[in-house]
Every structure is written in structure tokens, then in C-alpha cells.
């Protein structure tokens, strides 16, 4: 069975634009959690959707959005990047948020200049 | 904001030797998990152990956990190079699947 996968793996924006990065998760998972991971403030929990529906969001701007699709995969959308977004973006799958283990994906780099 | 912290930062040792690294939380917890990360790659996950445990065991791998004082430590038996890693200790204190990791482990296995 195939891993988690997260499209683009690097990513270089400019501030003040807005990125979109990917996250499919394993075949058969039904929920999906986002994690920002940053030298200074480390791995933070982003937002985490379930059939569709946000279920959980993490201390972050409204500038962090998300969504989920009908077949699972889900996108997260920075606008307005500041400086500070530059991070590693790593999403997260499970069967359903009944399932305590989360499996990984290897992540989007994501760089602003 | 990270749930707890690890400790130590960084570890050196030699093949062979055992690893062990702690970690400690604030809250109350419904199971804490360890993960390996290696060089900024995604995660991969170790071991679970619920907070009705005290010790769980996963082949070279010992996790204990004392919710009385908050602290869980990692041991690694006869360690290789290969687990070489970042290692990080993530609880889930609800049932909303958010996991809160803690700042990690950075280990070097020297051959």
C-alpha cells in the first residue's frame, strides 16, 4: 500500500504570494492533519479534516486555510506569506480520528524570500 | 506551543551502546507516542503506549511512561548507525487527534 504523499516536495514563493501545497493521504484513510515544523517553534499542529469537515484547527492566522476533497486528499493554502512560513509542512493520515497512530508524509519544504 | 520537552537535546554514542531519552508534558494525556525523524524528512512512528500503561516494548525499542510525574523515557537497545535520527515524543490529550510534540531528540550513532 502506498505511503502518504505530498505534492510539491520543495517550494520557493516570494512574500506576499500565496502557495498551495498537496497531501494525499494513504488509500482507505479518511483523515488528514496538517503540521508545521520550524527550526525555532518546532512541530506545530496545523488544522485536521474528517470526511470533508475541519474537526480541529491549531493556534495559527486565518492566513492558514484548508480543505478536504469527497476521495480524502486534502490541500492547505497559505495566503499573504510572510517571511516566518518558511517551514517544513508535513501532513498526516489515518483510517478515521477513532485510530490513535498517524502516518506521515515525507513533506513540502516550503521557502519564502 | 510544544506540550513538553526532551531531554537531552543531543546524544552521541558508540554502536552497540543503548540510547535512552526523555520526555516530559504538562497535561493530561490519552496515550504518547514516539516518532523518528531523519534529517527533516517526515515521520515516522516508533511505538504508542496508552495512559493506562507503564511499559511497552517494540523490538530493540523499551518505552515507560509515569503519568504521575508527567515523563516518558525512550531506550534504545544495541543501537546501529541507521538510528541515527531526530527523535520526538508527541501526546494526544483528547480524542481530536491534534498530537503536541515535544522539541526533540537529535541522536548520533557513531560506527
Known amino acids: 500500500k502506498a505511503g502518504v504523499t505530498q505534492t510539491p516536495r520543495y517550494l520557493i514563493k516570494t512574500r506576499g504570494q500565496q502557495v498551495t501545497l498537496s497531501c494525499s493521504p494513504i488509500s482507505g484513510h479518511r483523515s488528514v492533519s496538517w503540521y508545521q515544523q520550524t527550526p525555532g517553534q518546532g512541530l506545530q499542529f496545523l488544522f485536521e479534516?474528517?470526511?470533508?469537515?475541519?474537526?480541529n484547527k491549531g493556534n495559527f492566522p486565518g492566513r492558514f486555510s484548508g480543505r478536504q476533497f469527497s476521495n480524502s486528499r486534502s490541500e492547505m493554502n497559505v495566503s499573504t506569506l510572510e517571511l516566518g512560513d518558511s517551514a517544513l509542512y508535513l501532513c498526516a493520515s489515518s483510517l478515521s480520528p477513532a485510530q490513535e497512530t498517524q502516518y506521515f508524509g515525507p513533506g513540502t519544504r516550503l521557502l519564502v524570500l | 506551543s510544544q506540550q513538553g520537552e526532551e531531554d537531552p537535546q543531543a546524544l552521541s554514542i558508540q554502536e552497540g551502546e543503548n540510547a535512552t531519552m526523555n520526555c516530559s508534558y504538562k497535561t493530561s494525556i490519552n496515550n504518547l507516542q514516539w516518532y523518528r525523524q531523519n534529517s527533516g524528512r517526515g515521520l515516522v512512528h516508533l511505538i504508542l503506549?496508552?495512559?493506562?500503561?507503564r511499559e511497552k516494548h517494540s523490538g530493540r525499542l523499551r518505552v515507560t511512561l509515569d503519568t504521575s510525574k508527567k515523563s516518558s523515557s525512550l531506550l534504545i537497545t544495541a543501537s546501529r548507525a541507521a538510528d541515527t535520527a531526530s527523535y520526538f515524543c508527541?501526546?494526544?490529550?483528547?480524542?481530536?487527534?491534534?498530537?503536541?510534540f515535544g522539541s526533540g531528540t537529535q541522536l548520533t550513532v557513531l560506527p
Open positions: 479534516y474528517f470526511s470533508e469537515t475541519q474537526r
Open positions: 508527541a501526546t494526544d490529550a483528547s480524542m481530536t487527534r491534534q498530537l503536541t
Open positions: 503506549i496508552r495512559s493506562n500503561e
